[in-house]
RNA sequence: GCACAGGUGGGUGAGUGGUUAAAGCCAACAGACUGUAAAUCUGUCCCUCUCAGGAGGUACGGAGGUUCGAAUCCUCCCCUGUGCA
């Protein structure tokens, strides 16, 4: 079977458990870092997983521009490539087509890209989404989406949702009809590359699973139908897409919880690409078991630090000669070692172990509040407002 | 001592008669960042007022001068670099 999520305890409408997948149980509520290129920006794999990080995005276009799915494959797949044991999901490129769009043309075949690298032209449709992400390995893959822009007319949005659909079911399609092509199995041999399903299932194969994402724009209507639609196509999990757009943040709100209602309790429900630390805490009690965001990683490389006394632009000259931690209360190495003093010294001389320090500390943060919101839902006691921003 | 070349705002460095409070870069200071084209981007950066559109003052080594007008031209002085004695 699939990844499947096994649900442990619930407290309201939260819920903690464990997320089954082929590279071990991920505890959910979780919050997922984004390693876009196969690598979280400034950190290095031992280092994710002495933090506890479970489970890392990466990005279907970026590796198939580079270095491109052959070499990945060759090397046996993503998690071999990258040296990474645990899980991984990749996005589908859906994202960058939203985020690229001067440099990508969408159609109802697909999205034609030129690279941000070179100006080549590239083409993804669903299909090829799924070829590259089954070739990529990861456990959990996405459905080619396009993330609608905001703000965008009731028209616009409905007509995106409705791609969205055609292009969900397109992806459906293939990966049902390829999946066993992964290429590698546990033991990261190369496994049944061929191009027909012939061949029995390797664990691995029989358990990467293909996620839905629901769009629908602003509206709770159109995100409501956008879920039961995606929900008829069937899938081991769904995905809200389309946040943290630009949009003011108490309309991600409401969305996030009016869409929350129209997904199944009992399958895995992944918010994308949000949000800050109160945010995650607040989405994970709420019911979301799973999130992503380059928030603290790329707000640690601009010297934006999150702690249990709020944010710390460490930048600043206040902190030149303060010789207490980044975050009393924080139990990260970088706060047991370092004072705010010398972390501002390194990031005014553009020292590269600012970057490395400070996204440690800010996923440590990321990752200590999950494991709070876990614990809570399990211990069934009330957070306080403090504890949420721990 | 002589001969060249220079001295510009915190630094560097454009500018050689007006549209120059003086480009650009750096530093400094502040802000932004939410499925990563992001070690990125934006703003401020002489002083004082301001009804926020501006107003006034001071400023290009120093002192004089030419001119309606000078960082820019002239004179003298001071200082720096290089070369020759």
Redesign the pocket.
């Known amino acids: 079977m699939s990844v499947r999520l096994q649900i442990e305890a619930t407290r309201g409408s939260a819920r903690a458990g464990k997320l089954i997948t082929p590279h071990g149980e991920v505890e959910t509520p979780v919050f997922m ?4 290129l196969a690598s ?2 400034g950190v290095s794999q031992d280092v994710l997983e002495e933090l506890g990080v479970q489970i890392l ?1 990466a ?1 279907t276009y ?1 590796l198939y521009l580079r270095p491109g799915i052959e070499t990945v494959r060759q090397m046996g797949g993503l998690h071999r490539f990258m040296s990474w044991d645990r899980a991984i999901l990749t ?2 490129g ?3 087509v ?3 769009t ?2 990508r043309k969408v159609s109802e075949e697909g999205v034609a890209f030129r690279s ?1 690298l070179d100006g080549s032209p590239h083409f993804l449709s669903p299909e090829k989404a799924m070829e590259v992400q089954i070739g990529l390995g990861a456990d959990i893959i ?1 459905a080619l ?1 396009e ?1 609608t822009e905001h703000p965008a007319d009731g028209q616009r949005v409905r007509a995106s949702m409705e791609l969205t659909l055609r292009w969900a079911a397109r992806c459906k399609g293939y990966f049902e009809a390829h999946k066993y092509e992964v290429a590698w199995a546990e033991s990261g041999e190369l496994r049944s590359v061929g191009r027909t399903n012939a061949s029995a299932p390797t664990r691995a194969s029989a358990t990467q699973a293909l996620f839905g ?1 629901v ?1 629908g724009g602003m509206d709770p209507g159109l995100r409501r139908e956008s879920a039961a639609r995606t929900i008829d196509i069937g899938f081991p999990g769904y ?1 809200i ?6 949009e003011p ?1 108490e309309i991600t709100r409401e969305i996030v919880l009016s869409t929350l209602e129209h997904l199944p309790s009992n399958q895995p429900r992944y918010l ?5 630390p109160e ?1 995650i805490a607040e989405y994970a009690q709420a019911g979301v078991d799973m999130m ?4 603290p ?3 640690a ?4 630090l999150f702690t249990s006394e709020g ?1 710390v ?1 460490i ?4 902190y ?1 000669q303060d010789e207490n931690a980044l975050d009393p209360a924080c139990d990260c190495r970088v706060c047991q070692r370092y004072s705010r003093a010398y972390l501002r010294h390194l990031y ?1 001389s ?1 020292e ?1 172990l600012a ?1 490395v320090l400070n996204t440690v500390h800010n996923l440590h943060y990321y990752l200590a509040t999950m494991r709070i919101v876990r614990a809570w839902i399990r211990a069934g006691h009330a957070l306080t407002p403090a504890g949420t921003r721990l």
């Open positions: 870092p984004v390693g876009t979280v920006k995005l990005n970026h996005d589908s859906g994202f960058q939203f985020s690229l001067d440099l941000h996405m989406d993330c994402i769009q995905a897409g389309g946040l943290s757009v630009g943040r994308m690409g949000v949000g800050t945010e992503d965001c380059v928030l990683t790329r707000a490389r601009h010297g934006l944010k632009s930048k600043q000259a206040r030149a005014a553009n590269l970057q």
